[in-house]
C-alpha cells in the first residue's frame, strides 16, 4: 500500500489529501484570506506560506511525512506536454517557478511537490496540467497564422472522468470515443479519441460556450474595435474575456446557483441567460461529436454545475440523440491526483520527463 499526499493550490485555497493507494483518508480545503495573501507580491512568494499551511495540517492529523510515499501537485501553466504523470525535476520546476505560460496558483502545486520530495526524500509528480496537448493538426488551424488555436482545458478531470465512465461501460478508455463537458467557472468541450483530446476550446481565453465567469467566443470584429475604441486597456479587456465575462457581466454574478434561482423564479433576463449558456454548450457539444464523425459511445457531463438537474436536462434534450449521456457531477481532480501517482507506483505506466518542444 502506497501513502500519496495530493497538493491543489487555488486562488485563495489550497487542497491537501491523503491517500492509501485509491482509496481517501482525508481531504481538507486551507482557506487563505484574501488580506493575508495581498501581503505576497507575487503568486510564487505564497510559497513557504503554503508550505507551512500544509505542514500544520499534517501535524495535526497525526501524520508524519516520512510515512508519505510521493507528493503529487496540481500542474500549471507551463509548456503544452502530452498527458500523463511527470516527475517534477528541474527543467520543470523551472518552467513552474519562472511561470513560462503565465502565472498562476496551480503553478505552485508541482513546487510544493517538490519541495517536500527535497525535505523528505520522496518522488515529487504533476498530473495532467491544463496545457495538455494532444490536438490534431488540423484543430490548431484558425483564421489567421498569427493566431493559431491552443490547448487549455481542465484536463486532469476530463481524463478521470473519462476513465471512470469508460469503467461504468465495461471498457478501456484507450478504446473508447466520447465527448467530455466540464461545467465549471470555464466549460471545456472536448473530442475525445480512443485516449486523446483531439479538439478542444480554449477554456481560458476566449472560445467555446460562455461560463459563469469567462465570455467564450465573440465576435472578433467586434472585439477588435473594442480594443481600439480607446475606452478600455488591454488589461480590462482581458478581464471582460476572463474573469468578468460570462454571467458575471450579464447578470452580476458568478454563482450558477443564484442565476439557476433566478430563473426558475421568472426572472426574465436570468432565464434567457441560463437557456443560452444551456444551448450554448449543447451547440459546442454536437460540434465536438462532428468531429469524431459521430462515432461517439458516450456524452459525459461533469463539473460542480452537473449538480444543477434542471441545467442537465437542457443540455441532455440538445445531445441525447447523438450518444448515451452520463453525469458525473463535481471534480475529481484530488483523486486523479492521487491515480496518475499510483499507476506510476504501480508501474502501470511509466514516469515521463518534461521535455517540451521549445521554438528556438
Known amino acids: 500500500m502506497y ?41 510564487i512568494s505564497q510559497l513557504d506560506f503554503r508550505l507551512e499551511a500544509i ?8 501524520i508524519s511525512p516520512e510515512s508519505i510515499d510521493c507528493f503529487v501537485g496540481r500542474g500549471g501553466l507551463i509548456r503544452p506536454i502530452p498527458s500523463g504523470t511527470y516527475a517534477v525535476d528541474e527543467v520543470l520546476l523551472n518552467d513552474l517557478q519562472l511561470g513560462v505560460m503565465g502565472e498562476h496558483a496551480s503553478n505552485l502545486g508541482g513546487i510544493l511537490a517538490k ?43 476530463h481524463k478521470a472522468v473519462g476513465r471512470k465512465a469508460a469503467d461504468k461501460l465495461g471498457q478501456a478508455y484507450q478504446n473508447l470515443n466520447l465527448v467530455i463537458a466540464h461545467l465549471g467557472g470555464g466549460v471545456s468541450i472536448a473530442a475525445h479519441q480512443k485516449g ?10 476566449g472560445e467555446g460556450p460562455l461560463s459563469p465567469e469567462r465570455s467564450g467566443t465573440l465576435p472578433a470584429g467586434d472585439l477588435a474595435k473594442l480594443c481600439f475604441s480607446g475606452k478600455y486597456s488591454e488589461k480590462e479587456v482581458a478581464r471582460m474575456i476572463t474573469g468578468k465575462g460570462g454571467m458575471v457581466a450579464h447578470l452580476g454574478t458568478n454563482d450558477m446557483r443564484q442565476v439557476s434561482q433566478r430563473a426558475l423564479a421568472g426572472d426574465g433576463p436570468a432565464k434567457l441567460l441560463y437557456g443560452a449558456m444551456a444551448y450554448q454548450i449543447g451547440k459546442n457539444i454536437a460540434a465536438m461529436a ?22 442537465i436536462k437542457m443540455i441532455e434534450k440538445m445531445v441525447q ?17 492521487a491515480l496518475g501517482a499510483l499507476r506510476v507506483l504501480n508501474r502501470q505506466e511509466e514516469v515521463k520527463s518534461y521535455r517540451p518542444n521549445i521554438p528556438s
Not at 486523446?196 to 481565453?205: E, P, W
Open 3 to 43: 501513502k500519496i499526499l495530493a497538493l491543489n493550490p487555488g486562488s485563495t485555497s489550497t487542497k491537501v489529501a491523503l491517500y492509501h493507494d485509491e482509496v481517501e483518508q482525508f481531504s481538507e480545503n486551507l482557506h487563505h484570506p484574501a488580506e493575508m495573501l495581498a501581503n505576497f507580491p507575487t503568486i
Open 55 to 62: 505542514e500544520e495540517i499534517l501535524t495535526e492529523r497525526g
Open 115 to 157: 519541495q517536500l520530495s527535497r525535505a523528505y526524500n520522496r518522488p515529487a509528480y504533476i498530473v495532467d496540467p491544463v496545457v495538455v496537448d494532444e490536438l490534431q493538426d488540423v484543430a490548431r488551424i484558425s483564421g489567421h497564422p498569427l493566431l493559431p488555436r491552443v490547448s487549455i482545458f481542465h484536463a486532469l478531470n
Open 196 to 205: 486523446r483530446v483531439i479538439d478542444v476550446n480554449n477554456a481560458l481565453n
Open 290 to 311: 462532428a468531429v469524431l464523425h459521430g462515432d461517439v459511445q458516450a456524452i459525459i457531463l461533469t463539473g460542480g454545475i452537473a449538480y444543477d438537474s434542471t441545467f
Open 321 to 337: 440523440f447523438i450518444a448515451p449521456v452520463i453525469v458525473v457531477p463535481g471534480e475529481e481532480e484530488m483523486e486523479a491526483l
